[in-house]
Protein backbone atom coordinates (compact mmCIF):
# COMPACT_ATOMS: atom_id res chain seq x y z
CA UNK A 1 0.00 0.00 0.00
CA UNK A 2 0.76 4.01 -0.52
CA UNK A 3 0.69 6.81 1.84
CA UNK A 4 -0.78 10.38 1.30
CA UNK A 5 1.59 13.00 2.18
CA UNK A 6 1.49 15.75 4.75
CA UNK A 7 0.37 19.22 3.56
CA UNK A 8 0.77 20.99 6.74
CA UNK A 9 -1.39 19.31 9.21
CA UNK A 10 -3.35 17.54 6.81
CA UNK A 11 -3.02 13.68 8.74
CA UNK A 12 -6.97 14.03 9.84
CA UNK A 13 -8.00 14.07 6.04
CA UNK A 14 -5.27 11.38 5.04
CA UNK A 15 -6.41 9.23 7.70
CA UNK A 16 -10.07 9.20 6.39
CA UNK A 17 -9.20 9.12 2.44
CA UNK A 18 -7.04 6.58 3.63
CA UNK A 19 -10.51 4.38 4.77
CA UNK A 20 -12.29 5.42 2.13
CA UNK A 21 -9.92 3.54 -0.03
CA UNK A 22 -9.45 0.53 1.39
CA UNK A 23 -13.30 0.08 1.88
CA UNK A 24 -13.23 -1.94 -1.46
CA UNK A 25 -17.43 -0.95 -2.32
CA UNK A 26 -16.25 2.68 -2.04
CA UNK A 27 -13.32 2.19 -4.02
CA UNK A 28 -14.91 0.49 -6.65
CA UNK A 29 -17.97 2.58 -7.01
CA UNK A 30 -15.96 5.62 -7.30
CA UNK A 31 -13.20 4.10 -9.38
CA UNK A 32 -16.25 3.06 -12.21
CA UNK A 33 -17.76 6.61 -12.15
CA UNK A 34 -17.91 7.58 -15.39
CA UNK A 35 -19.53 11.25 -15.15
CA UNK A 36 -17.36 14.04 -14.05
CA UNK A 37 -19.71 16.00 -12.43
CA UNK A 38 -18.47 18.45 -11.09
CA UNK A 39 -21.38 18.54 -8.48
CA UNK A 40 -19.41 16.13 -6.63
CA UNK A 41 -15.73 15.10 -6.11
CA UNK A 42 -15.94 11.91 -7.08
CA UNK A 43 -13.72 12.32 -10.08
CA UNK A 44 -10.82 13.60 -7.13
CA UNK A 45 -11.24 10.94 -5.86
CA UNK A 46 -11.05 8.66 -8.56
CA UNK A 47 -7.74 10.22 -9.66
CA UNK A 48 -6.74 9.97 -6.16
CA UNK A 49 -7.54 6.11 -5.44
CA UNK A 50 -5.48 5.58 -8.94
CA UNK A 51 -2.63 7.00 -7.86
CA UNK A 52 -2.53 5.87 -4.51
CA UNK A 53 -2.52 2.51 -6.50
CA UNK A 54 0.86 2.92 -8.06
CA UNK A 55 2.57 5.45 -5.42
CA UNK A 56 2.47 7.81 -2.67
CA UNK A 57 -0.10 10.68 -3.43
CA UNK A 58 -0.67 14.10 -2.97
CA UNK A 59 -4.68 15.47 -1.51
CA UNK A 60 -3.60 18.93 -3.19
CA UNK A 61 -7.09 18.62 -5.71
CA UNK A 62 -9.32 16.94 -2.56
CA UNK A 63 -8.46 19.78 -0.51
CA UNK A 64 -9.29 22.22 -2.51
CA UNK A 65 -12.10 20.81 -3.32
CA UNK A 66 -13.24 20.82 -0.01
CA UNK A 67 -12.26 24.29 0.39
CA UNK A 68 -9.35 23.69 2.75
CA UNK A 69 -7.24 26.79 3.26
CA UNK A 70 -5.19 26.47 5.74
CA UNK A 71 -2.80 23.35 5.52
CA UNK A 72 -1.45 23.84 8.96
CA UNK A 73 -4.56 24.26 10.62
CA UNK A 74 -5.34 20.71 12.52
CA UNK A 75 -9.26 19.41 11.66
CA UNK A 76 -11.29 17.19 13.04
CA UNK A 77 -11.49 13.84 11.16
CA UNK A 78 -15.37 12.89 11.42
CA UNK A 79 -16.17 16.35 10.71
CA UNK A 80 -14.28 16.07 7.64
CA UNK A 81 -15.39 12.63 6.81
CA UNK A 82 -18.66 13.49 6.83
CA UNK A 83 -17.86 16.77 4.20
CA UNK A 84 -16.44 14.62 2.16
CA UNK A 85 -19.39 12.44 1.99
CA UNK A 86 -21.74 14.92 1.45
CA UNK A 87 -19.96 16.09 -1.51
CA UNK A 88 -19.91 12.43 -2.91
CA UNK A 89 -22.66 10.89 -5.59
CA UNK A 90 -25.47 8.80 -3.93
CA UNK A 91 -24.13 5.34 -5.95
CA UNK A 92 -20.50 5.88 -3.08
CA UNK A 93 -21.73 7.27 -0.24
CA UNK A 94 -25.18 5.56 0.41
CA UNK A 95 -22.49 2.54 1.59
CA UNK A 96 -22.14 4.51 4.90
CA UNK A 97 -25.45 6.12 5.06
CA UNK A 98 -27.97 4.58 7.97
CA UNK A 99 -31.33 5.93 8.90
CA UNK A 100 -31.83 6.59 12.53
CA UNK A 101 -35.29 7.28 13.70
CA UNK A 102 -36.09 8.88 17.39
CA UNK A 103 -38.95 8.89 19.37
CA UNK A 104 -39.79 11.29 22.13
CA UNK A 105 -42.66 10.24 24.37
CA UNK A 106 -44.24 12.80 26.59
CA UNK A 107 -44.87 11.09 30.07
CA UNK A 108 -47.83 13.45 30.94
CA UNK A 109 -49.92 12.88 27.89
CA UNK A 110 -48.41 9.69 26.78
CA UNK A 111 -48.26 10.84 23.16
CA UNK A 112 -44.86 9.85 20.74
CA UNK A 113 -43.35 12.44 18.56
CA UNK A 114 -41.46 10.29 15.61
CA UNK A 115 -38.75 12.09 13.64
CA UNK A 116 -36.52 9.96 11.33
CA UNK A 117 -33.27 10.86 9.35
CA UNK A 118 -30.46 9.86 7.95
CA UNK A 119 -27.04 9.40 9.37
CA UNK A 120 -23.39 9.25 9.07
CA UNK A 121 -22.07 7.85 12.44
CA UNK A 122 -23.69 7.29 15.62
CA UNK A 123 -21.91 9.79 18.63
CA UNK A 124 -21.06 7.37 21.60
CA UNK A 125 -20.53 9.48 25.03
CA UNK A 126 -17.58 8.05 26.72
CA UNK A 127 -17.92 7.06 30.44
CA UNK A 128 -15.34 5.57 32.49
CA UNK A 129 -15.89 1.98 33.53
CA UNK A 130 -14.71 0.87 37.17
CA UNK A 131 -11.08 0.26 35.27
CA UNK A 132 -10.69 2.96 34.28
CA UNK A 133 -11.02 1.85 30.82
CA UNK A 134 -14.10 3.05 28.30
CA UNK A 135 -16.18 -0.15 26.89
CA UNK A 136 -17.55 0.55 23.46
CA UNK A 137 -19.70 -2.20 24.28
CA UNK A 138 -21.48 0.01 27.08
CA UNK A 139 -21.59 2.93 24.81
CA UNK A 140 -23.52 1.31 22.18
CA UNK A 141 -26.11 -0.07 25.03
CA UNK A 142 -26.33 3.22 26.54
CA UNK A 143 -26.58 4.49 22.63
CA UNK A 144 -29.99 2.61 22.67
CA UNK A 145 -31.58 2.77 25.90
CA UNK A 146 -34.06 5.19 26.46
CA UNK A 147 -33.27 8.45 28.30
CA UNK A 148 -35.18 10.40 30.71
CA UNK A 149 -35.65 13.92 30.54
CA UNK A 150 -36.81 15.27 33.90
CA UNK A 151 -36.07 18.09 36.23
CA UNK A 152 -33.99 21.10 34.56
CA UNK A 153 -34.21 18.69 31.18
CA UNK A 154 -37.64 18.71 30.82
CA UNK A 155 -39.17 18.89 27.21
CA UNK A 156 -41.90 20.74 25.82
CA UNK A 157 -45.10 19.02 24.83
CA UNK A 158 -47.34 21.03 22.03
CA UNK A 159 -50.27 18.81 23.31
CA UNK A 160 -49.65 19.46 27.13
CA UNK A 161 -48.57 23.77 25.82
CA UNK A 162 -45.84 22.99 28.98
CA UNK A 163 -42.77 21.56 30.03
CA UNK A 164 -43.25 17.84 30.56
CA UNK A 165 -41.24 14.70 31.64
CA UNK A 166 -40.20 13.08 28.49
CA UNK A 167 -38.53 9.71 27.52
CA UNK A 168 -36.31 9.73 24.01
CA UNK A 169 -35.40 6.44 22.30
CA UNK A 170 -33.25 5.65 19.24
CA UNK A 171 -33.86 3.36 16.87
CA UNK A 172 -32.00 2.48 13.94
CA UNK A 173 -34.30 2.10 10.58
CA UNK A 174 -32.17 1.19 8.17
CA UNK A 175 -28.36 -0.33 9.09
CA UNK A 176 -26.06 0.75 6.68
CA UNK A 177 -23.35 -1.46 5.10
CA UNK A 178 -20.78 0.43 6.76
CA UNK A 179 -21.38 1.68 10.66
CA UNK A 180 -19.60 4.56 11.75
CA UNK A 181 -18.48 4.97 15.62
CA UNK A 182 -17.74 8.15 16.65
CA UNK A 183 -16.09 8.03 20.68
CA UNK A 184 -16.90 11.47 21.44
CA UNK A 185 -13.32 12.22 22.81
CA UNK A 186 -13.62 16.00 22.01
CA UNK A 187 -15.94 17.18 23.93
CA UNK A 188 -17.60 20.37 26.35
CA UNK A 189 -16.74 20.49 29.51
CA UNK A 190 -19.05 22.65 31.69
CA UNK A 191 -16.39 22.23 34.05
CA UNK A 192 -13.62 24.36 32.43
CA UNK A 193 -16.36 26.05 30.38
CA UNK A 194 -14.51 25.06 27.44
CA UNK A 195 -13.65 21.54 24.95
CA UNK A 196 -11.26 19.60 25.75
CA UNK A 197 -9.96 15.80 24.49
CA UNK A 198 -10.60 12.90 26.65
CA UNK A 199 -7.59 10.31 26.53
CA UNK A 200 -8.90 7.55 28.70
CA UNK A 201 -8.20 4.22 27.14
CA UNK A 202 -10.72 2.21 24.92
CA UNK A 203 -11.74 -1.54 24.92
CA UNK A 204 -12.63 -1.99 21.16
CA UNK A 205 -14.67 -5.53 20.46
CA UNK A 206 -14.08 -7.24 17.16
CA UNK A 207 -17.27 -7.38 16.82
CA UNK A 208 -20.65 -5.60 17.95
CA UNK A 209 -24.20 -6.12 17.68
CA UNK A 210 -26.43 -3.10 16.92
CA UNK A 211 -29.95 -3.02 17.61
CA UNK A 212 -32.23 -4.72 16.35
CA UNK A 213 -29.92 -8.35 15.84
CA UNK A 214 -27.32 -6.91 13.53
CA UNK A 215 -23.55 -8.08 13.56
CA UNK A 216 -20.80 -5.88 12.58
CA UNK A 217 -17.28 -6.74 11.90
CA UNK A 218 -14.39 -4.05 13.15
CA UNK A 219 -11.96 -3.09 9.96
CA UNK A 220 -11.02 0.37 10.70
CA UNK A 221 -9.63 2.44 13.31
CA UNK A 222 -8.91 6.11 12.93
CA UNK A 223 -6.77 7.40 15.48
CA UNK A 224 -5.85 10.71 17.33
CA UNK A 225 -3.20 11.33 19.76
CA UNK A 226 -2.50 14.32 21.84
CA UNK A 227 -4.79 17.51 22.68
CA UNK A 228 -7.38 19.07 21.05
CA UNK A 229 -5.79 21.17 18.71
CA UNK A 230 -3.16 19.82 18.08
CA UNK A 231 -1.91 16.16 17.64
CA UNK A 232 -1.81 13.91 15.02
CA UNK A 233 -4.42 11.28 13.70
CA UNK A 234 -3.68 7.79 11.82
CA UNK A 235 -5.64 4.84 10.54
CA UNK A 236 -5.70 1.01 11.44
CA UNK A 237 -6.95 -0.56 8.54
CA UNK A 238 -7.34 -4.26 7.71
CA UNK A 239 -6.99 -5.56 4.31
CA UNK A 240 -9.38 -7.71 2.38
CA UNK A 241 -6.57 -8.18 -0.37
CA UNK A 242 -3.77 -8.69 1.91
CA UNK A 243 -5.61 -11.76 3.56
CA UNK A 244 -7.24 -9.66 6.93
CA UNK A 245 -3.98 -8.61 7.93
CA UNK A 246 -3.51 -4.61 9.47
CA UNK A 247 -1.89 -2.45 8.08
CA UNK A 248 -1.06 1.58 10.24
CA UNK A 249 -1.29 4.30 7.89
CA UNK A 250 0.60 7.08 9.02
CA UNK A 251 0.75 9.73 6.26
CA UNK A 252 2.88 8.72 3.60
CA UNK A 253 3.81 5.88 5.54
CA UNK A 254 2.61 2.51 5.39
CA UNK A 255 3.55 -0.49 7.67
CA UNK A 256 1.84 -3.93 8.26
CA UNK A 257 1.84 -4.47 12.38
CA UNK A 258 1.25 -7.83 13.68
CA UNK A 259 0.91 -5.86 17.54
CA UNK A 260 -1.99 -4.23 16.76
CA UNK A 261 -3.58 -7.15 15.02
CA UNK A 262 -3.61 -8.82 18.45
CA UNK A 263 -5.19 -5.38 19.73
CA UNK A 264 -7.88 -5.05 17.69
CA UNK A 265 -8.36 -8.42 17.31
CA UNK A 266 -8.33 -9.45 21.01
CA UNK A 267 -11.87 -11.15 21.16
CA UNK A 268 -10.60 -14.01 18.72
CA UNK A 269 -6.90 -14.11 20.76
CA UNK A 270 -6.21 -17.16 22.66
CA UNK A 271 -4.00 -15.78 25.02
CA UNK A 272 -6.12 -12.86 26.33
CA UNK A 273 -3.41 -12.35 29.39
CA UNK A 274 -0.54 -11.06 26.45
CA UNK A 275 -3.57 -9.22 25.28
CA UNK A 276 -4.67 -7.28 28.00
CA UNK A 277 -0.90 -6.69 28.80
CA UNK A 278 -0.58 -4.94 25.63
CA UNK A 279 -3.85 -2.43 26.23
CA UNK A 280 -2.35 -1.49 29.61
CA UNK A 281 0.77 -0.63 28.60
CA UNK A 282 0.19 0.77 25.06
CA UNK A 283 -0.59 3.87 24.16
CA UNK A 284 -2.37 2.95 21.02
CA UNK A 285 -5.34 2.40 22.70
CA UNK A 286 -5.75 5.61 24.26
CA UNK A 287 -6.07 7.16 20.45
CA UNK A 288 -9.34 5.04 19.21
CA UNK A 289 -11.78 8.08 17.56
CA UNK A 290 -13.23 6.59 14.70
CA UNK A 291 -14.49 2.54 14.88
CA UNK A 292 -15.19 1.43 11.44
CA UNK A 293 -17.45 -1.74 11.27
CA UNK A 294 -18.91 -3.90 8.53
CA UNK A 295 -22.29 -5.41 8.35
CA UNK A 296 -22.01 -8.99 8.75
CA UNK A 297 -23.62 -11.85 5.89
CA UNK A 298 -23.19 -9.24 3.22
CA UNK A 299 -20.56 -11.04 1.39
ZN1 LIG B 1 -47.82 15.83 26.56
Not at 47 to 67: D, G, M, P, V
Request: charged share 25%.
Amino acid sequence: YHGLFNHGATCYLNSVLQVLFMTEEFREAVISMSSSSKEYIDHHLKKLFKELLQRTANTKNILKALEVNYVTEQQDAAEYFEKILRKTSENAAKIFRGRLSHKITCLKCQTPTDSEGPFWLLPLELEDSPDGNYSVENGIKMFFTSTIFDGDNQLYCEICDDKVDATRKYVITHHPDVLLLMLKRFDFSYQFMSYIKINCKADIPHTIEIPENQMYELYAVVEHFGDLRGGHYDAVIKSKDEGDEWFVFNDSSVTQVKLIKAFYCQKIMINIQVVKKYIISSSRSIGAYLLFYRRKGEN
